[in-house]
T-cell receptor, first 113, second 114 residues
Framework: DQQVKQNSPSLSVQEGRISILNCDYT??????FLWYKKYPAEGPTFLIS?????DKNEDGRFTVFLNKSAKHLSLHIVPSQPGDSAVYFC????????????FGQGTELSVKP | DSGVTQTPKHLITATGQRVTLRCSPR?????VYWYQQSLDQGLQFLIQ???????AKGNILERFSAQQFPDLHSELNLSSLELGDSALYFC?????????????FGEGSRLTVL
């Protein structure tokens, strides 16, 4: 079963506008949610995370929102830049299970100049 | 540079063969995780080791095995390879009890089975 889902395989946004990437989850035992960014031929790179007890975390142009009642989180990138073009993975950590992360399928973001 | 080193970066082999992928975690990290990313798929968790001991297991095939050595490097062994095993294999490491859940990933080993 897919516990973490990213239903949009791709997203195209104009430079300077907002990019919103979405993620849904089914497991209530997740204690942290993370976003990773991946360029071709590189490993995933950590971007931002949020604890399950928070509803928002901000780091520069990146903000993650968590809606626990809807089991939904989103990553907002404002303003979007061409260098943000990459695949973004949503991930979740199961509480007390050694730290492994469960990943979504990824969303490929393309920011057009 | 995440500090996690994986070798080899690319590997081409034939069906039925056996390969070993190697991972050196970041200095000081005790946990090592292995993930598989097949074409257009997310990262699938395979197995985790903590300080030499198996800690968690995902959907790892019986043909696959792993271990973590006293110097904390880890190896993933894939045997009786099939075409469907072609994928990117990532290793990640973390400090014990990382408060934010962050794992640090290597650049991956791309395996092609012909």
């Amino acid at each position: 079963d897919q516990q973490v889902k990213q239903n949009s395989p791709s997203l195209s946004v104009q430079e300077g506008r907002i990019s919103i990437l979405n993620c849904d989850y089914t497991n209530s035992m997740f204690d942290y949610f993370l976003w990773y960014k991946k360029y071709p031929a590189e490993g995933p790179t950590f971007l931002i995370s949020i604890s399950s007890i928070k509803d928002k975390n901000e780091d520069g142009r990146f903000t993650v929102f968590l809606n626990k009642s809807a089991k939904h989180l989103s990553l907002h990138i404002v303003p979007s830049q061409p260098g943000d073009s990459a695949v973004y993975f949503c991930a979740a950590r199961v509480n007390n299970q050694g730290g492994k992360l469960i990943f979504g399928q990824g969303t490929e973001l393309s920011v057009k100049p | 540079d995440s500090g996690v080193t994986q070798t080899p970066k690319h590997l081409i082999t034939a069906t039925g063969q056996r390969v070993t992928l190697r991972c050196s975690p970041r200095s000081g990290d005790l946990s090592v995780y292995w993930y598989q990313q097949s074409l257009d798929q997310g990262l699938q968790f395979l197995i985790q080791y903590y300080n030499g001991e198996e800690r968690a297991k995902g959907n790892i095939l019986e043909r696959f095995s792993a271990q973590q050595f006293p110097d904390l490097h880890s190896e993933l062994n894939l045997s009786s390879l099939e075409l469907g095993d072609s994928a990117l294999y990532f290793c990640a490491s973390s400090v014990a009890g990382a408060s934010t859940g962050e794992l640090f990933f290597g650049e991956g080993s791309r395996l092609t089975v012909l």
